[in-house]
């Protein structure tokens, strides 16, 4: 059962940020979060979703590399021509992470600010890292 918590979908950046306080959580693909809420290992007062805010998303080239939206899914980066001849290592990772159905759902910024994956910490444990965020495992 998910907790309760509030939920916006503010329209730019600007609102988001405003938004966001010590009590809410960034919804992007969602694949991570909502396990997350399920298991207890969130309890957010408020969810705010950021999938409106289309200049987080896409592939841009720069004079000195690229430019990847944290809302980019893992299958537009494992597609992408350019991240495919250039950065072919990516590209195959990004291929490779999961299952199609999360590869397709799930964003880059989703999967840099994933939540640890260990038993412990996810599981009905009194993990000393799920009790007291930012300590060591």
């Not at 957010?44 to 592939?59: C, H, T, Y």
């Not at 260990?118 to 599981?123: A, L, N, S, V």
């Amino acid at each position: 059962m998910l907790p309760k918590f509030a939920y916006s979908r503010p329209m730019s950046v600007e609102e988001t940020l405003a938004q966001l306080t010590n009590g809410s959580v960034i919804h992007a693909g969602g694949t991570d979060l909502l396990g997350c809420l399920a298991d207890g290992v969130v309890t957010p007062e408020k969810m705010v979703s950021i999938q409106a805010l289309n200049e987080l998303r896409g592939v841009r080239v720069l004079n000195n590399g690229l430019r990847i939206g944290a809302l980019t899914t893992l299958s537009e980066v494992a597609e992408h021509p350019l991240i495919r001849e250039r950065y072919a290592a990516l590209a195959q990772s990004a291929g490779a992470a999961a299952s199609p159905q999360l590869r397709n759902q799930g964003t880059i910024g989703g999967n840099l600010c994933q939540r640890p994956r260990c038993w412990y910490f996810r599981g009905d444990f009194h993990c000393l890292r799920k009790m007291s965020p930012g300590k060591p495992c």
